[in-house]
C-alpha cells in the first residue's frame, strides 16, 4: 500500500525515520520498499512516482556507506551514497 510521498528530498537515514515515523489514517507500520517491491511498483503504479531515484530499505551488501534504489524513469536498479538526498515514498505491506 503505497503511502505518501515525501515533501523533501532525503538522505538514505532521514528516508528511513520518514517512513518510521510516518502515521496515516491511524496506520503506523510504514517503511521504505525493499528492492523486489520497488520493481513490482515500477512495473505497476509507476504513474504515482516522479520520475525520480527513490530510496529503498536495503543496503548493498558490499558497502556500508550505499544504499539500493530505484529510477522511476527508466526502471534501473542502482546504489548511491546514502549521504545522497533523494526522493523517498514509503509504504505498508497487508499479507493476505
Do not use: M
Request: net charge negative; proline share 5%; hydrophobic share 35%.
Amino acid at each position: 500500500i503505497l503511502g505518501p510521498e515525501c515533501a523533501n528530498d532525503l538522505n538514505h537515514p532521514d528516508a528511513i525515520q520518514y517512513a518510521t515515523d510516518l502515521e496515516v489514517e491511524g496506520h503506523k507500520d510504514f517503511t521504505l520498499p525493499d528492492r523486489r517491491e520497488q520493481r513490482f511498483l515500477y512495473c505497476n503504479v509507476h504513474g504515482f512516482f516522479k520520475p525520480k531515484f527513490y530510496w529503498s530499505i536495503e543496503q548493498l551488501a558490499a558497502g556500508p556507506d550505499y544504499a539500493w534504489g530505484q529510477f522511476f524513469v527508466d526502471g534501473l536498479q542502482y546504489y548511491d551514497l546514502k549521504s545522497f538526498k533523494s526522493a523517498v515514498r514509503a509504504v505498508r505491506r497487508k499479507y493476505i
